[in-house]
């Protein structure tokens, strides 16, 4: 269902009502063909002739060091070609660089294999490359590691106290890697005057995306040609083109990166890992293909995690329900190094959410673990901040007896308040988050619920309703923004629009295919301004060698960036089209359009040139006008002048058991607003998939750690509680649209927002069923068992 506060006219000012194949209509995936019959090309489909396979050995220990290593028993195995150990890469190559580190934090220098010392458990230490990937393996069985296990440490809080092993003594004297802090008025002054002041720590648990298909590479080399051609399942091609030349001392112009398809990116395929360095050394000195695929082991052990923190969050407020402050601390992990994006950082932008806070303070300390390294994942921070704000704002509610929906509505930042700088410095650009709020409630009966007589049903089970208010920054500030923080990418994006002989134009850009939809959206786009058909947009995406240099598919940012220079590109093509088409017909540029196939006059369709004659005059570069070039392409790239904001509110029923704990989502709705709607398919499926991968998070998934051992303890998929169709409540969602001013056509970015709400929905809609028990939840996941506790420490 779609509430619509404004339908948007079209980019060239027009109605939509009469294009099928328009900003806002459901046109067909471009994708889906190829992905359907099975033509899709990931990387593993990519099989050159006389290809090698590696295979990787890693650290059993959370923390040891490595006193030597002896390979001489598997390089008599037949089949094996070339074995790396750490010295070697030293000697090799420059360590993998960070493309966004932490602000004011020291560089953890890290090699793709372990040198000295190993700081968690499945850390690379040495690579085999053999004719099979079953020999490589049993060659790394062969091969003897002497390892001395050091002291370690797992918990984020306990690698904080005195008697903490230091896991890098050579840069750090203690494992706080940095602390950022923001702070706005004067919170500390503003909570001692205080009617009321709600505080708690909340618990944020460690998890992983599950990509279809897991990382992987193939490499050739051409040495002749000094021509390294990478295939990879990357999210960002040009900045793995990048690091990879900074890190094996090669000229960028060297290196090209394809990215065809990509089963599933969800952040963990930012940038290089330590696997894309060890191929390329095995290709270069063997002078043949080398291919590596992640298996789903290796997958939870070597593939960045992410979400892991614990909040110490405060909320003050008057008498009435007015919040006048709120304080956020909070430790998040980073594991043993700093991957490419490393921790968390939205968790400090958007702490105060929806709520119109002036005194607020958010402190970030980065925490290093002896666990694998902490990465970007779907929301990104955002999540993990939701849960423990939106968890006391219903404490909030019940400490002065209000409705928890009035609560909120009072707080709210609103439309006349907009833009609106939060005290992160976030400025929040549009929006009524108060009537996503409102939609919701009316959804889910909550009017009617918080009427009724508190107890059981018929079946024991209590009902509650639980709200769960949020904003997500999509995109970027700008790369002025990046730069004070010393990110290594920009906020722009870029796109080629080339015409061809054919009556269609072909559109290249380095942002890979992972399942967002941007090849159909990148075309909608182009055939909204362009008025060519939507079917003869041709989406070439994701080669470095044929795109245009750009950032990637990350952040919620892509079609914030990339509308606007898709926007541009397509109006200089259509400018030139309608300058040739009215030399050919003899008339002027204002009276004509294009029209699907063809150029035609407006007053007389009947008088028109066909695309295809117009395209094929620029590029033979006959019969064009005398001040005109030959050639019809245009390149251009954008930067918007802000981030955009988007928002909502989830609203969730549940019922729940008070004598086992065990509890049911019978019903999940959300409402959300990410601006101008390219295509409400896609929309509702990006939505769609990432509430699913909330609700894991929120309700069952989570990487657990041995503090004895150090050991994962359930790296794999049967021990890995992702939901399945059968685990996922039923969902609906609503739709407010409200464009914002910082973007190209007012769209806001969509791909995270699902992920953000689910946690605190569901964990005050049991605490709202429960509240006669005094139950309150403070950990995540929420499952029966923790419910259950929860319980029996209010009984006890």
């Avoid at 004011?104 to 890290?110: E, K, N, R």
């Avoid at 750090?172 to 500390?188: A, F, I, K, M, T």
């Avoid at 101008?676 to 769609?688: E, H, I, L």
């Amino acid at each position: 269902m779609t509430h619509i506060l404004e339908r948007p006219t079209g980019p060239l000012g027009g109605s939509h009502d009469d294009r099928t194949d328009a900003i806002g209509s459901n046109v067909p995936r471009k994708e889906d063909d190829r992905l359907l019959r099975g033509d899709g090309r990931f990387t593993d489909d990519v099989e050159p002739p006389h290809v090698l396979h590696m295979a990787v050995g890693r650290c059993p220990f959370p923390h040891a060091q490595i006193l030597g290593i002896d390979t001489s028993a598997a390089l008599e195995v037949e089949g094996v070609k070339h074995i790396l150990i750490g010295s070697d890469v030293r000697a090799a190559t420059e360590p993998l660089t960070v493309l966004r580190p932490v602000p004011g934090a020291p560089d953890l220098h890290y090699y793709a294999l372990a040198q000295d010392v190993a700081t968690y458990e499945g850390q690379p230490v040495v690579s085999v490359v053999a004719t099979s990937r079953h020999i490589a393996e049993d060659a790394l069985e062969l091969i003897d590691i002497d390892y001395e296990p050091l002291p370690h440490v797992v918990d984020v809080i306990a690698a904080l106290e005195p008697d903490a092993p230091v896991i890098h003594p050579h840069v750090l004297g203690s494992n706080l890697l940095v602390s950022n802090r923001d702070e706005s008025g004067d919170p500390e002054a503003r909570m001692a005057e205080a009617d009321v002041v709600v505080a708690g720590r909340f618990r944020i648990n460690r998890v992983t995306g599950l990509p279809m298909e897991t990382r992987g590479i193939v490499v050739e080399w051409r040495p002749g040609a000094r021509e390294l051609t990478v295939h990879t399942s990357t999210q960002v091609p040009h900045l793995v083109r990048k690091q990879l030349a900074e890190s094996l001392r090669l000229d960028e112009g060297e290196i090209r990166a394809v990215a065809s398809d990509v089963g599933g990116g969800f952040g963990l395929k930012l940038g290089i890992y330590p696997e894309d360095v060890l191929a390329c050394l095995h290709a270069m000195a063997l002078r043949r293909p080398v291919k590596w695929t992640e298996d789903r082991s290796e997958h939870f052990r070597a593939t960045t995690h992410a979400r892991e923190a614990v909040h110490d969050f405060r909320i003050g407020a008057t008498a009435d329900g007015r919040m006048t402050a709120m304080t956020n601390v909070y430790a998040t992990d980073l594991g043993g190094w700093n991957s490419s994006f490393g921790s968390a950082q939205l968790s400090s932008v958007v702490f105060n959410g929806p709520y119109k806070i002036e005194d607020g303070s958010v402190e970030r300390r980065v925490i290093v673990t002896n666990k694998t390294p902490i990465g970007a994942y779907r929301g990104y921070g955002q999540p993990e901040v939701n849960f423990a704000y939106e968890r006391l704002v219903d404490q909030l509610a019940r400490r002065l007896d209000m409705d928890p929906l009035e609560l909120r509505a009072m707080n709210m930042v609103r439309p006349t308040d907009m833009p609106w700088r939060n005290p992160s410095g976030a400025v929040y650009d549009s929006g009524d988050y108060e009537l996503c709020l409102r939609m919701a409630g009316d959804a889910v009966g909550y009017d009617e619920h918080r009427k009724a007589v508190r107890g059981p049903r018929p079946d024991g089970r209590y009902v509650g309703i639980g709200l769960s208010s949020f904003v997500e920054r999509t995109g970027y500030a700008s790369s002025r923004f990046l730069a004070r923080r010393g990110s290594q990418f920009g906020a722009h994006e870029s796109v080629t629009l080339r015409a061809n002989r054919s009556g269609g134009v072909d559109l290249y850009t380095g942002v890979s295919t992972m399942g967002q939809s941007s090849e159909t959206a990148f075309a909608q786009v182009t055939s909204s301004v362009l008025g060519i058909a939507y079917d003869k947009v041709s989406v070439h995406a994701g080669d470095t060698a044929a795109s245009p240099l750009n950032t990637g598919a990350f952040a919620s940012r892509t079609m914030i960036a990339a509308a606007g220079a898709l926007k541009d590109a397509a109006t200089q093509l259509r400018d030139k089209t309608l300058r040739l088409a009215a030399w050919r017909l003899e008339t002027e540029v204002g009276t004509l359009e294009v029209a699907g196939d063809r150029v035609q006059h407006r007053s007389d369709p009947d008088r028109y040139v066909l695309l295809s004659e117009v395209f094929s005059m620029a590029i033979l570069g006959q019969g064009l006008p005398p001040d005109e070039e030959p050639g019809l392409e245009a390149t251009a790239h954008f930067e918007p002048p802000d981030a955009a904001y988007s928002f909502g509110t989830a609203a969730a029923v549940v019922s729940v058991d008070p004598n086992t704990g065990d509890f049911d989502v019978e019903r999940f709705v959300l409402v959300h607003d990410c601006g101008t709607v390219v295509n409400p398919k896609v929309v509702d499926g990006q939505v769609r998939g990432a509430l699913v991968q909330g609700l894991g998070a929120a309700l069952s998934e989570e990487l657990r750690y041995d503090a004895d051992s150090g050991q994962l303890v359930n790296g794999t998929m049967m021990d890995y509680f992702a939901p399945s169709a059968a685990d996922v409540p039923p969902i609906e969602l609503l739709h407010t649209e409200v464009p914002s001013p910082v973007t190209t056509f007012g769209v806001r970015g969509v791909g995270e927002v699902g992920t953000i709400p689910p946690g605190a929905a569901v964990a005050n809609a049991i605490c709202d069923a429960l509240a006669d028990f005094g139950v309150e939840l403070s950990t995540l996941p929420i499952t029966p068992e923790s419910v259950w506790k929860a319980l029996r420490e209010q009984r006890a």
